[in-house]
């Protein structure tokens, strides 16, 4: 996964095109939607973390609800060769190590 620039010029190597950062592929994330908006000269695309996890090693990750009725997800669950983590929001809105009965990690 990539974060590009559209540039107005093209560049050295005749593209408009300008790779700013790339992103580690943590697939299977099913959920995942992709908004393009162009408006206006010179504008640029704003986007907003809404969180952060390093940790290294990750081959899977899905997020969960406490209950199907409840409107956004609370788990993140996190998967690695040897294990698998849950995280969960806290009071505080940070994401911390949690457990849930009946979930064999």
Same mark, same amino acid.
């Given at each position: 996964?990539?974060? %590009?620039?559209?540039?107005?010029?093209?560049?050295?190597? #005749?593209?408009?095109?300008?790779?700013?950062?790339?992103?580690?592929?943590?697939?299977? %994330?099913?959920?995942?939607?992709?908004?393009?908006?162009?408006?206006?000269?010179?504008? #640029? %695309?704003?986007?907003?973390?809404?969180?952060?996890?390093?940790?290294? #090693?990750?081959?899977?990750?899905?997020?969960?609800?406490?209950?199907?009725?409840?409107?956004?997800?609370?788990?993140?669950?996190?998967?690695?060769?040897?294990?698998?983590? %849950?995280?969960?929001?806290?009071?505080?809105?940070?994401?911390?190590?949690?457990?849930?009965?009946?979930?064999?990690?």
């Amino acid at each position: 996964m990539q974060l %590009i620039k559209l540039n107005l010029q093209l560049d050295a190597k #005749g593209s408009y095109v300008e790779v700013l950062e790339r992103y580690v592929n943590l697939g299977p %994330i099913v959920d995942f939607h992709v908004v393009v908006t162009c408006f206006g000269a010179y504008n #640029g %695309i704003g986007i907003n973390e809404q969180a952060s996890v390093e940790l290294q #090693g990750i081959k899977g990750m899905w997020s969960l609800r406490s209950s199907i009725d409840d409107p956004f997800d609370t788990f993140l669950v996190v998967s690695f060769i040897s294990e698998t983590r %849950i995280l969960a929001m806290n009071l505080e809105d940070e994401l911390e190590e949690t457990e849930i009965e009946g979930f064999c990690s």
